[in-house]
């Protein structure tokens, strides 16, 4: 499976922006996507995932202004994120289980601040 993310940047606090992140590879059987991110000095922290079996599921840090969504036709996962603040700056990468295997793609840097 390789992973493609894009659509960081930098922004405002306040602004928004929206991740994306496509698919390719032997994506049959995926049964979560997800996006994790990862600040300076921190570890890499789960940001949302939505699966069939599950639903979605969100960090508290986020619930409310982050929302992940997934396009079937197009194998693509995105994650719109509204009222960014300083402590959700951090390198966000994507992120897919299959058959109980962990598959990472490059982070996408975003940075918010004034």
């Known amino acids: 499976v390789q992973l493609q993310a894009s659509g960081g940047g930098l922004v405002q606090p306040g602004g928004s922006l929206r991740l994306s992140c496509d698919a390719s590879?032997?994506?049959?059987?995926?049964?979560?996507w997800g996006w994790y991110r990862q600040a300076p000095g921190k570890q890499r922290e789960l940001v949302a995932t939505?699966?069939?079996?599950?639903?979605?599921n969100y960090a508290n840090s986020v619930k409310g202004r982050f929302t992940i969504s997934r396009v079937i036709a197009s194998n693509t996962v995105y994650l719109q994120m509204n009222s960014l603040k300083s402590e959700d700056t951090a390198v966000y990468f994507c992120?897919?289980?299959?058959?109980?295997?962990?598959?990472w793609g490059k982070g996408t840097l975003v940075t918010v601040s004034s």
């Open positions: 992120n897919v289980v299959r058959h109980g295997v962990n598959y």
């Open positions: 590879g032997s994506i049959f059987s995926i049964s979560t």
């Open positions: 939505i699966s069939v079996a599950a639903g979605t």
